[in-house]
């Protein structure tokens, strides 16, 4: 019988193939460091995830309480108005009359400050012959409450009660406008109500669209609580759409006014302005003006 011993493994030597060597073998400092490195980015990656998730109103609603100015100050004539949601809250607005009453615009303001950081787009639509109501929503200057998604399209049929039901005004000569944040809240009033015409002035398709634009790394749309969807609603509108961005928008990209004016029902009409997304209608004050103009004069009283 012949007996086979079995080679023993001994440990690869200097010089071996395959032998690990100073040069091919991470230095122990050099891999600590790298796992702190990646941790420490995974902890900010989440914590900032949690943040969006958490604070989240704190982006979509930035009201504030004080009021800096009023039309009157313009040289507007206007009405302190107080009116009462389907909830119960307290809602404070401006009612500014024209000399020569075409209209009403019912004017919906976006995210940030109150009604009276809108004074010159109240006296834009003045001189279009419109009188001008513009509330403050729940939360914002004088207005009751806290903002939410639910509560402006509450506040936005608190006002046009008010306009329908109490001043008498018949619904063909309302004006439906609403820029920034209040564009979503004009289209969903609009699907509600049959206004004489809608305009929507840089907004977005949908918040989890504008969320995941703005923050491109995050999974924000399934983080995103907010819907503010007219992308969806905006086709169902029965009356004259005219849809206001400019590719100058710097927080609400072109885009978005691109494709709500693809995604709106005919007649519709589509108004490139000029200037960042907060001064737009002021740096093309003369286009801005006129396109209105044009719009209003073949679709609106």
């Not at 004088?142 to 049929?157: I, L, M, Q, V």
């Not at 504008?210 to 790394?217: D, E, I, Q, V």
């Not at 907010?226 to 400019?246: G, M, N, Q, T, W």
């Amino acid at each position: 019988m012949t007996l086979v011993r079995r080679a023993q493994a001994r440990p690869p030597e200097k010089g071996d193939p395959g032998a690990e060597t100073p040069q091919t073998r991470p230095p122990k400092k050099k891999r600590g460091l790298l796992y702190r490195l990646v941790r420490i980015v995974v902890l900010v990656y989440l914590g900032a995830a949690i943040m969006l998730l958490f604070f989240q109103s704190r982006l979509m609603y930035q009201p504030s309480r004080e009021l800096e100015r009023t039309p009157g100050e313009s040289g507007l004539k206007f009405e302190d108005v107080f009116l009462t949601t389907s909830d119960g809250l307290k809602l404070h607005g401006w009612y500014v009359p024209a000399p020569k009453r075409k209209g009403v615009f019912l004017f919906f303001h976006g995210n940030a400050g109150n009604i009276s950081h809108r004074v010159e787009s109240v006296y834009i639509f003045n001189r279009l012959g419109y009188d001008v109501f513009i509330i403050d929503y729940r939360g914002y200057g004088r207005s009751e409450g806290k903002p939410t998604e639910d509560g402006t399209y509450r506040d936005a049929g608190a006002a046009w009660r008010y306009l329908t039901e109490q001043r008498g005004i018949p619904p063909r000569e309302i004006v439906i406008f609403g820029r920034s944040l209040g564009g979503a809240v004009a289209v969903e009033l609009a699907a509600r109500c049959e206004p004489a015409a809608v305009i929507v002035e840089s907004s977005f398709t949908s918040a989890p669209d504008l969320a995941a634009s703005t923050f491109p790394f995050f999974p924000v749309r399934w983080l995103c609580r907010f819907r503010y969807d007219s992308l969806e609603k905006i086709a169902s509108l029965r009356c004259p759409v005219l849809i206001i961005h400019s590719p100058d928008d710097d927080l609400i990209p072109f885009e978005n006014g691109q494709r709500l004016f693809d995604a709106a029902s005919e007649p519709k009409q589509f108004l490139t302005i000029e200037g960042g997304h907060n001064e737009g209608f002021l740096v093309s004050s003369d286009a801005y003006f006129r396109g209105m103009e044009e719009f209003l004069d073949k679709y609106a009283p």
